[in-house]
């Protein structure tokens, strides 16, 4: 499985973006899809995850009730919606592929190449 992110880009403090994860090859029910994100000097961090089977979802504590995570089983896509975004969201966003419901980098084994996102007025 090879997965490709995409979305990244320039957004003013409090607007919306919408990532997208297309995953190529089977992804198994017993999977999980999780968005990171990694800026400049800071260590890796969780933001969402997806269990692929059953669609329940994992948000991290800064972006709970401005972003969502959902999937599209059809089109073995993952998406992140960010809303209300805020400067401190500025950074290299990552999909990952993994089997546990798990907020920690070293449970993903699969890893998108990642897409930028600033957030600047």
């Known amino acids: 499985v090879q997965l490709q992110a995409s979305g990244g880009g320039l957004v003013q403090p409090g607007g919306s973006l919408r990532l997208s994860c297309a995953a190529s090859?089977?992804?198994?029910?017993?999977?999980?899809m999780g968005w990171f994100r990694q800026a400049p000097g800071k260590e890796r961090e969780f933001v969402a995850r997806i269990a692929w089977g059953d669609g329940r979802t994992y948000l991290g504590d800064s972006v709970q009730g401005r972003f969502t995570i959902s999937r599209d089983k059809t089109v073995n896509t993952v998406y992140l919606q960010m809303s209300s975004m805020r400067p401190e969201d500025t950074a290299v966003y990552y999909c990952?592929?993994?089997?546990?419901?798990?907020?920690?980098?070293?449970?993903?084994?699969?890893w998108g190449q990642g897409t930028q996102v600033t957030v600047s007025s």
């Open positions: 990952a592929l993994g089997i546990q419901r798990s907020a920690d980098t070293r449970d993903y084994r699969i």
């Open positions: 090859g089977r992804i198994y029910s017993s999977s999980v």
